[in-house]
C-alpha cells in the first residue's frame, strides 16, 4: 500500500526556517513526480514547488527564493526546505507523489499519492 508520512513541521518565528521531510513507503519515488502542497484555514490547497522525475521545477511566486525541494532516493523521501518564513506561510503542509514522472503542473488534481499533513505556524 503506497503510503507517504511527513515530519518537521512546527512554529516558528518571521523570518526563521523548518525542513519538512516525507517519507515514501510501498513504492520507490525514483521515477514519481513529487510536490508540496499547503492549505490554510478557508483557503483552496494550493501546490507551492513540484519537481519531475528529470528535475524540472515549478515554484510558486509566492515561495520563491525561499523554499527548495529536494530528493533523496536512497532513503526514499524528499524534503521541503523553508528559509525566511512568514506569518502567511502558515497552513498544513501535505507532500504528495505522482507515477505519472513527467507531471509538471502543481496542482492537486495531478496527484495520486498524499501525506497526511503536517502543521506549520509562523507567529512570534
Known amino acids: 500500500q503506497p503510503q507517504l508520512v511527513e515530519s518537521g513541521g512546527g512554529q516558528v518565528q518571521p523570518g526563521g526556517s523548518l525542513r519538512l521531510s516525507c517519507v515514501a513507503s510501498?513504492?520507490?519515488?525514483?521515477?514519481?513526480?513529487i510536490g508540496w502542497f499547503r492549505q490554510a484555514p478557508g483557503k483552496e490547497r494550493e501546490g507551492i514547488l513540484c519537481?519531475?522525475?528529470?528535475?524540472?521545477?515549478n515554484a510558486a511566486d509566492s515561495v520563491k527564493d525561499r523554499f527548495t525541494i529536494s530528493r533523496d532516493n536512497a532513503k526514499n523521501t524528499f524534503y521541503l526546505q523553508m528559509n525566511n518564513l512568514k506569518p502567511e506561510d502558515s497552513a498544513n503542509y501535505y507532500c504528495?507523489?505522482?507515477?505519472?514522472?513527467?507531471?509538471?503542473?502543481?496542482?492537486?488534481?495531478?496527484?495520486?499519492?498524499w501525506g497526511q499533513g503536517t502543521q506549520v505556524t509562523v507567529s512570534s
Open positions: 510501498g513504492f520507490s519515488l525514483e521515477n514519481y513526480a
Open positions: 504528495a507523489a505522482d507515477p505519472r514522472g513527467a507531471t509538471i503542473r502543481c496542482r492537486p488534481p495531478f496527484y495520486d499519492y
Open positions: 519537481v519531475t522525475n528529470r528535475g524540472n521545477t
